[in-house]
C-alpha cells in the first residue's frame, strides 16, 4: 500500500500473499528518475507498437495503463475493466489481451465465456476467484456487457461473498483479479460504463486477417522476456511515486482513487493522453442515461418540479418527446 516492493519470494505478512519469482530476474531502480520512466515506457510501447488502435494517442494510453495495471494489481483495492474492442474479427483483441495478462501472470490465461444471466455469473465469478487468479478474461463477447450485481461488485468491491456450488456453505473470495474483455462491436452498458475502460481497435483495412507485421512474435517474446516487461511497469509508477506523486488536474473516476494515482497518473506526468478519455466518453454516451435526461428534460418542461403520481403524468402527456421517454423508460418494468 505504499509504494514499496516486495523483492523477496515467498510469503509476505504485510500483504498477505505468497510470492513465487526470481528476483534476480527483475531490474527496478531503487528511486528511479524521470528518465527512467521515460526509456521504461519506450520498453512498453514497443510491444505494442503494431497495434492498430483507432485513436493512437487515447487508446494507446488506456492499453498502456491496462499494462501498468496488471502488474500492480494486487495492490490495487479495486481496478476497472478493459474492453478491448474492434469492428471486424482479426483485428488484434486477443492479441492485445493476452500481451497485458503476460505482465500478471506467466501462466496461460483461458478465454471464458460471458455468462448469459445474473445468476450464472454470480456462480462462474465464485467459482473462479476462489482460485485467486491474476485474470479473468471474458473473451470474444456476443453481446454488450449488460450489468449484473456480481460483475458491479467485482469491479467496485475489494471483496464479494457468495454460496459455494453444491454446497450450502458461505464464502468470500477477493476481487483483486484484472478483469478483460474482447468483442466485436460491444459496449458497456449502463451501471457497467463506469466501471470499464474501453480500447477501440481499428486496423482501417477490409480484411485485418491478411495484415504483415514487423514483428510476428511479439506475444512470445512478451512471454520469454516477461520480467523485463514487469519490471518497466513496475518502473514507471515508482518512479512517479519517488517524484512525490505529482497530479495532473483530470476529473475523478470513483470507486477508482489508487488505480487513478498509479495507473493514469504517472502516464500524465510522462505526457501522454488521459487513459479514462474513453471511460468518460461513454458516460455521456450511455443510451440509458440519454433517455433518462430526455425523460427528465420532457418532465420538467412539463410538470416543473412537481410531485405527481403515474396515473396523472399518464393523463396528460403534453409533448410527443416526453410520452416517447416515458415509455421507453417504463417498457421492461410493466
Given amino acids: 500500500d505504499d509504494g514499496s516492493l516486495v523483492q523477496a519470494a515467498g510469503y509476505d505478512r504485510l500483504t498477505g500473499r505468497f510470492g513465487v519469482f526470481n528476483a534476480r530476474q527483475y531490474a527496478i531502480p531503487t528511486k528511479p528518475t524521470r528518465d527512467d520512466a521515460q526509456r521504461a515506457l519506450a520498453v512498453l510501447l514497443d510491444l505494442i507498437d503494431e497495434v492498430a488502435f483507432a485513436d493512437q494517442a487515447i487508446d ?30 482479426g483485428s488484434g483483441k486477443s492479441f492485445l489481451n493476452r500481451i497485458v495478462s503476460t505482465l500478471a501472470t506467466a501462466q496461460n490465461v483461458p478465454g471464458v465465456a460471458f455468462p448469459g444471466d445474473g445468476d450464472e455469473m454470480r456462480k462462474t465469478l465464485i467459482a473462479m476467484l476462489m482460485k485467486s487468479p491474476a485474470v479473468i478474461n471474458f473473451d470474444d ?22 454460496r459455494l456450488l453444491g454446497l450450502s456453505k458461505d464464502i468470500t473470495c477477493s476481487t483483486r483479479s484484472l478483469f478483460l474483455f ?25 480484411k485485418p486477417t491478411e495484415r504483415k507485421f514487423k514483428r510476428p512474435h511479439a506475444e512470445a517474446d512478451a512471454r520469454r522476456q516477461r520480467a523485463r516487461y514487469v519490471s518497466a511497469a513496475l518502473t514507471i509508477v515508482r518512479a512517479w511515486l519517488a517524484a512525490g506523486a505529482p497530479l495532473a488536474s483530470v476529473k475523478p473516476v470513483a470507486s477508482y482513487g489508487r488505480w487513478s494515482d498509479w495507473c493514469r497518473q504517472p502516464l ?46 399518464r393523463a ?18 410493466t
Fill in 141 to 162: 463477447l456476443n453481446g454488450d456487457i449488460v450489468p449484473s450485481e456480481s460483475l458491479k461488485t467485482c469491479l467496485t468491491e475489494e471483496f464479494i461473498g457468495g
Fill in 182 to 206: 474482447s468483442g466485436n462491436n460491444v459496449e458497456p452498458l449502463r451501471d457497467m460504463a463506469r466501471r470499464i475502460v474501453r480500447i477501440p481497435l481499428d486496423p482501417a483495412t477490409e
Fill in 60 to 89: 494507446q494510453a488506456a492499453a498502456l495503463s491496462a499494462m501498468l495495471a496488471a502488474a500492480v494489481r494486487p495492490s490495487l483495492p479495486t481496478c476497472p475493466g478493459y474492453l478491448t474492442k474492434a469492428h471486424q474479427i
Fill in 268 to 313: 500524465l506526468w510522462l505526457g501522454l493522453a488521459d487513459p479514462a478519455t474513453r471511460l468518460f466518453e461513454q458516460l455521456t454516451q450511455d443510451p440509458d442515461h440519454e433517455l433518462l435526461g430526455r425523460m427528465l428534460r420532457g418532465w420538467r418542461a412539463a410538470h416543473g418540479h412537481k410531485a405527481m403520481l403515474v396515473r396523472e403524468v
Fill in 316 to 333: 396528460a402527456f403534453p409533448d410527443d418527446d416526453f410520452r416517447e421517454a416515458l415509455r421507453d423508460v417504463a417498457e421492461d418494468k
